[in-house]
């Protein structure tokens, strides 16, 4: 599959993805844009999970509270790409890369990056979003079951057994990208949901995550705590980079939970692909 990106490759694309649902990828994704959107870069977001749409209603919400409350912050353009229902799979996937290559071609431009959340599923619309990321971001759940969806370990030596369907998917992606002439992805796994507790199982997933990482080649970043503060800031539609201090001052974890988020825009290096922003004034 030719990439969907290589006629309009001017903003730097950032997708997440992970082929099981409830991994992070739109929390993740709403707080990826919006950090950037704060620190100056002109940010758009495609929410190529319509069915689901947390992001699109994440977005939504944000919109609502910013007219409800007078609130200036961040409104990044955003677009949802729903499957094609046509009933040919041929027409299905001829329209769904018109979907992408369109909302691309628009919005590409103007653009910095450009934030796309995919479903965890894999369909057709999945794989066009990722054979379009300079960045391929996957956050996984902290438990050895879900290390199952980038490779099959070996329950006594947790060594590799082989690379997964996704990991595959993601290889071939980037090969295709390289033979199209593009830069490889720079493939970030990150831990989503740490607990506070440091418990064997988490020393275990953190173990092999390093291994994997070695083999399969991604970089593995800490991530984010398990806070409610993630699910709590949904139905506002903000994020942590939202949160103004001398309006209401941050709890602890709220503070540790923003420096997390941070920590993800580092290992983006949003510095290193577009250069420094100017901070918006007010
Ligand atoms: N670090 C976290 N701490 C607490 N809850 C989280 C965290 N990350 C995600 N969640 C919650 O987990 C659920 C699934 O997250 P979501 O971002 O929708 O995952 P996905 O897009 O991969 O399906 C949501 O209710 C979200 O608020
Ligand atoms: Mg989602």
Same mark, same amino acid.
């Given at each position: 599959?030719?990439?969907?990106a290589?006629?309009?490759?001017?903003?730097?694309?950032?997708?997440?993805?992970?082929?099981k649902?409830?991994?992070?990828?739109?929390?993740?994704?709403?707080?990826?844009?919006i950090?950037?959107?704060? @620190?100056?870069?002109?940010?758009?977001? *495609? &929410?190529l999970? /319509? #069915?689901?749409g947390t992001? $699109?209603?994440?977005?939504?919400?944000?919109?609502?509270?910013?007219?409800?409350?007078?609130?200036?912050?961040?409104?990044?353009?955003?677009?949802?790409?729903?499957?094609?229902?046509k009933?040919?799979?041929?027409?299905?996937?001829?329209e769904?890369r018109?979907?992408?290559e369109?909302?691309?071609?628009?919005?590409?431009?103007?653009?910095?990056?450009?934030?796309i959340d995919?479903?965890?599923?894999?369909?057709?619309?999945?794989r066009?979003?990722?054979?379009?990321?300079?960045?391929?971001?996957t956050? @996984?759940?902290?438990?050895?079951?879900? *290390? &199952?969806?980038l /490779? #099959?370990?070996?329950?006594? $030596?947790?060594?590799i057994v082989?690379?997964?369907v996704?990991?595959?998917?993601?290889?071939?992606?980037n090969?295709?990208?390289?033979?199209d002439?593009?830069?490889?992805?720079?493939?970030?796994?990150?831990?989503?949901?740490?607990?506070?507790?440091?418990?064997?199982n988490?020393?275990?997933?953190?173990?092999?995550?390093?291994?994997?990482?070695?083999?399969?080649?991604?970089?593995?970043?800490?991530?984010?705590?398990?806070?409610v503060?993630?699910?709590?800031?949904?139905?506002?539609?903000?994020t942590? @980079?939202?949160?103004?201090?001398?309006?209401?001052?941050?709890?602890?974890?709220?503070?540790?939970?923003?420096?997390?988020?941070?920590?993800?825009i580092?290992?983006?290096?949003?510095?290193?692909?577009?250069?420094?922003?100017?901070?918006?004034?007010?």
């Open positions: 599959m030719t990439s969907a290589t006629k309009t490759d001017k903003a730097h694309i950032i997708v997440f993805g992970n082929e649902g409830g991994s992070g990828k739109s929390t993740s994704a709403m707080h990826t844009a950090a950037l959107a704060r @620190l100056g870069y002109n940010i758009a977001t *495609i &929410d999970d /319509a #069915r689901q992001l $699109t209603r994440y977005m939504q919400n944000r919109m609502n509270y910013s007219d409800e409350t007078y609130h200036k912050v961040p409104l990044p353009p955003h677009r949802a790409i729903s499957q094609s229902i009933e040919n799979t041929a027409e299905q996937k001829a769904e018109f979907f992408i369109t909302a691309l071609y628009e919005l590409t431009p103007a653009h910095d990056f450009i934030v995919t479903p965890g599923t894999d369909n057709h619309l999945s066009l979003g990722h054979s379009c990321a300079d960045t391929l971001i956050p @996984l759940n902290d438990s050895l079951v879900d *290390i &199952d969806v /490779a #099959r370990i070996d329950p006594k $030596t947790h060594e082989q690379p997964s996704y990991t595959l998917m993601v290889e071939e992606q090969l295709q990208k390289i033979e002439g593009g830069l490889p992805m720079h493939w970030i796994v990150m831990r989503n949901r740490l607990s506070r507790q440091n418990t064997k988490s020393q275990t997933v953190g173990r092999i995550l390093e291994k994997l990482s070695n083999q399969l080649g991604f970089e593995l970043v800490p991530g984010f705590g398990e806070r503060i993630f699910r709590e800031l949904f139905l506002k539609g903000l942590l @980079l939202d949160l103004k201090e001398e309006e209401t001052p941050l709890t602890l974890s709220q503070l540790a939970a923003r420096q997390e988020v941070r920590q993800l580092c290992a983006i290096g949003p510095e290193k692909i577009k250069g420094y922003a100017k901070p918006p004034t007010g």
